[in-house]
Every structure is written in structure tokens, then in C-alpha cells.
């Protein structure tokens, strides 16, 4: 939705990384007094506690207070800003709400030239695995475990970066996948950027550990996550007549025809394809333009359905049962889905789960049928520290769905580190073979 406009930039707010913010603090400073540090303090608390519509919906005041609490006991005198910022991070992230974070400002990454883990890592089943190194200092095989980083056990560090990156819910989908994008960046703050890392690893073939030191990445051989691909993709010669159909994004604010546009096209070619399954991809879809994705709902249901379970400002229409199109697909509906399906996107395979009008393949999403936005920006007075907080919440029409986890995939199908590396896309190919499975039956 229009409030949701910013959920597609969410990368660049995510804790620790803020290549997309500007601080408003009037100067750049990396030492602050306790005194200064208590004053954002409480202004950031003024902003979280008369602003978020569900402040206490997964944690207690008694929590938050606790939070707070610790927070004004490690303040001291020309403390650096990255040690006071998990504080602030920690705070936000417990709200449970995927569309409210803080950052620590762009200058800091700038100054800070070197000390970066050097390696991109893949998580599966609770452990981390590398996937590609940043640097030429590689002594770590594709695939390997790590089992330590600097002394310190994987699944503490998974643990302690998951309560400072923020995620609708209490559930890790979301924060997972943003993780492995900016791993390098948050295991760089979180050992205080060293010259190089030691680290504790099984090869693929081993049972045994093995221990390498390796010198740390440079800011510039860094990686910006990057596009996976055009917005769009159709493909309607398939094996067993099935058509595959990726949206990646819903964000099309201001060309909210071109959108439908292209919908209409696509589903006008699916219909002449005479395919009996779709395949819509939505992996990675952080949401987008509630204008866009009723549209397609309206080419998915069997009859006339409420998308929204209030008449939300803006929206209100979508509260009333959308038209079904007369291109709509009849056939059996496949969904493919990840911890980077949120915002708009949750609320789009909440309706359709509810539904039940498709079969989900992949893994839990990153959002459900509700979630909070319309969201305030704010800039914190001697830090810096910015960020968004979310004013208002907004759900679908739905009943009976739990607000404490993500949509769950009927298939679940976490891909491997291999997969990853080979550019292997397991969870379409698990598709395409419970497709040519129901054939046989």
C-alpha cells in the first residue's frame, strides 16, 4: 500500500545497515556522553510508546521496561555509538513488527574501511554455510560448515543477530533472510571490525573441524545485495502443461497500470496456453502496492472474495468482494514462497491460504495476514540513529490464521548450501515433480 512504499528499501534500514539513510544529527560524531545517549534514549522511547498500534502484542511492558533499563546502565561517557546501537536495535527488534527499525547512519560504514567478514553464508537448519568468499585469502571449500567465528559458537551468533534485526512476529523467517544478505556487515560490528577472523569449519566431506585464520574483507569488496532478475517473468511451456509465473514485486506505486498491464497480458497468454497449473513465484517479494496485488487476486478466485477486513483509508473499496476476471486461471495453484515474502505480499498468501486456493512450496514466509505500517520516520538528536516506526495496523479478510507465525508452506523445501552455490532451484524443481507426482495418482 502507499504506507507501505518504503518496505522494499527495508534493506537499507536494517539494523547495522544503512546505505539508503542520511542522519539529521547536526554533526557526525562516534563518541557520545551518557548523558547524550540517555536523552536519545528517551526520546526514541517517546516515539515507539505514543506511535506503534501493537507495542505490547508479543512482549510485555514489564519486558520493554527491562530493555530500557539495561540500556541507561551501559551508557558512559565517550562511549561509541556501535556499542550503545544494539541497545536501540535490540529494542525496536522486539516490537515484532517487520516495518519498524533504526539505523546507525551511512557515515559510520564509510569511515570504517576495513574488519568485514569475508565471507556470504547460507542458513539451513539452524546452522551457517559458506557460500562465497569476498576476498582472495579463500582457505574454506563452498559449502563448508562454520561451527565458531572468533571463539564464539554459530547458532550464538545466529541467535544474537536475530534479536537485533527486526521481523514481524517472534518468528525467524524474516530476520534469516536478512541475515545472510548483510552477514558480512553485522559480523564486522559485532567483533568491533578485527584485521581477520578466526573461524571453526567442517568441509563439506569432513567430520572433522578444522580452524583457519583469514584476514578480513575491505568496505569496497563488499557486495550489495542484488537483483535477482526482472520484475516479472511468465513462462507457459512448462512440462505437464504448466505455466510459471515470478513477481518479485508489488511496489509499482506510480505505474500501477503498467502492473495490471502486464497481468492482464500474462494471464490472457496463460489461458491460451490452456496450462492446468500455475507456478507463482513470490520468493523475495517484500511486498509493494495493495492496488497491485488485488488485482491479481481478482485473477485467482473462484468467486467474488473482501481482500481487506476494513474499509482502510485509501483502500477502502478492497473491503467490498473483488470482481472475478474473466481470464482467471481455473486450474490448480502452486505457490512458492520464503522469509522474503512480506508486508503486502503477506497479507496476498494469507487470503489465499485462507482459501485455500493454492498449494504452498518453500518455506515460512516472512509475513502473515496482518502487519502494521503507515509508518513516521524519525532521526534520533545526538546519534543519528534513524529509522521508521509503524502507526497503524492493517489485516485482510481473514479468520482463524495465526498472527504469531508465517504462512506455512504445504511443501517444505529448505534449499542447501550447494543448491545455492550451483544456482540450483530446488524448491521449483520440487514443484514441477509434485505436479508430475499428482499425474501418476
Known sequence: MAFFRNVILVAFVVVFIAFGCRSVAQENKERLSAAELQDDLEQFRGIIESKHPQLYRFNSAEYFDSLFEAAENSFHDDMKIEDAFPHFSKIIASIGCGHSQISIPQWFWANKESGYFPFQVHIANEALFITSSLTDDNNLSPAS?????????????????????????????????????YFPWRIAAMFNFPNDYQITFKRPDSDSSENVTIEAARYNQLRSPSSTGKDFELKTDLEGKTALLRIRTFGYYDH?????????????????????????????????????????????IPKPLPYFGEKFFGYQKYADPLPVFENRFKGKLYVLIDGGCFSTTGHFIGLLKYHNLATFVGQESGATYTCNDASMEFSLKHSGFNGRIAQRTYYTAVEGISWSEGIQPDHLLIPSAMDVIEGKDAVLDSSLQIIHNSYRR
Open 145 to 181: 560448515e562454520i561451527s565458531e567465528i572468533n571463539g564464539q559458537p554459530a547458532i550464538e551468533i545466529l541467535n544474537q543477530l536475530r534479536s537485533y534485526t527486526p521481523g514481524d512476529g517472534l518468528w525467524n523467517s524474516r530476520r534469516d533472510w536478512f541475515i545472510v544478505q
Open 256 to 300: 500501477v497500470d503498467a502492473f495490471k498491464e502486464y497481468m492482464d497480458d500474462a494471464f490472457m497468454k496463460i489461458r491460451n496456453s490452456k496450462a492446468d497449473n500455475l507456478i507463482l513465484d513470490l520468493r523475495g517479494n517484500s511486498g509493494g502496492d495493495p492496488h497491485c496485488s488485488t488485482h491479481l487476486f481478482s485473477y485467482l
